[in-house]
């Protein structure tokens, strides 16, 4: 398995509250995370928090598709979409930095981008595939 397809099963999973693959992938201790997207920007948290705002945000939004942009042994870049239920519906793009060190995600770094469309419209996918 990829560090792409580990990463993104950690998420899945992660937003389910089985941390799992988290707890075996990411740093206990080490780990810091910033995100700069359109709901926490600027916060930096560590992976405590970081499991406490996946479980938050996994009452409301949708996990898309990832897409992985680069990877190597010390670096990983992923594009994901993402879609938040509610009164309104919203769509984000987000762009995941995640940052190895003997094969433990040490840092990331999240940006989203608030998309003023449906992003799965003309593709052959749709958002009841990842629900």
């Not at 190597?72 to 994901?80: D, S």
């Not at 940052?99 to 052959?124: A, C, M």
């Amino acid at each position: 398995m990829t560090k792409a397809e580990e990463a993104e099963k950690a998420w899945r999973k992660g937003f389910r509250g089985d941390f799992s693959i988290v707890d075996s992938i990411f740093h206990q201790t080490k780990f810091r995370a910033l995100d700069q997207g359109a709901i926490y920007h600027g916060l930096v948290v560590d992976l405590d928090t970081m499991k406490t705002i996946w479980l938050s945000l996994s009452e409301t939004a949708i996990l898309g598709p990832f897409r992985t942009i680069y990877e190597n042994e010390e670096f990983l870049c992923m594009h994901m979409l993402r879609k938040y239920k509610g009164n309104t519906l919203r769509f984000q793009a987000t762009i995941i930095h995640l940052k190895y060190e003997f094969d433990k995600i040490v840092h990331s770094e999240v940006i989203s981008q608030e998309l003023d469309y449906d992003p799965s419209e003309g593709q052959d996918w749709n958002w009841e595939d990842y629900e």
